[in-house]
């Protein structure tokens, strides 16, 4: 399970070093495979394959003619790529994602469970204040209605 949020700069070749706590537990769920994609909301998704496969073969059963369905299959399998981590613990970023995700030298590796997201930092700062002002509402959103903290 992968969870906690990580500040990180990436190098000079566009590599992230994976953080020491999630670096031995991501090497074990992927057996060294991992899968980096783009997502809409313009973050990253980083995947250990086994777990992202499953995802892409049901993302891939959606209708191809339905315009929204072959967007999100463009988006999200379209930007698939095989990945790595070097011996050093660190995985390159191909230019066109860095691109999409508009990542600079600061990045942020948030931890969602299953995978991680990987933002800018402008863009992980403007999710953080969506988030907060679309929690402002006494009514919480679907599935967390039983949810006590």
């Known amino acids: 399970m992968f969870q906690g949020t990580v500040s990180i700069s990436l190098d000079a070749k566009g590599r992230l070093a994976i953080p020491a706590r999630h670096r031995e537990a991501l090497a074990q769920a992927s057996a060294g495979a991992l899968v980096l ?3 809409p909301h313009g973050c990253l998704l980083l995947y250990p394959l086994q777990a992202w496969e499953p995802i892409r073969d049901q993302i891939l059963k959606a209708p191809s003619f339905d315009p929204r369905s072959a967007a999100l299959k463009r988006v999200l399998v379209g930007n698939a790529r095989e990945e790595e981590m070097d011996s050093a613990g660190r995985m390159l970023i191909a230019p066109e994602l860095r691109g999409h995700a508009k990542l600079e030298k600061q ?3 948030v931890g969602m469970g ?3 997201e990987i933002w800018s930092d402008e863009g ?3 999710q953080n204040a969506a988030a907060l002002a679309a929690l402002q509402s006494d009514v919480p959103p679907p599935g967390f ?3 006590s903290l």
Request: proline share 0%; hydrophobic share 60%; aromatic share 20%.
């Open 37 to 39: 994609t783009a997502h």
């Open 107 to 109: 990045v942020w590796m």
């Open 114 to 116: 299953s995978h991680f």
């Open 124 to 126: 992980w700062q403007a």
């Open 145 to 147: 209605e039983a949810i």
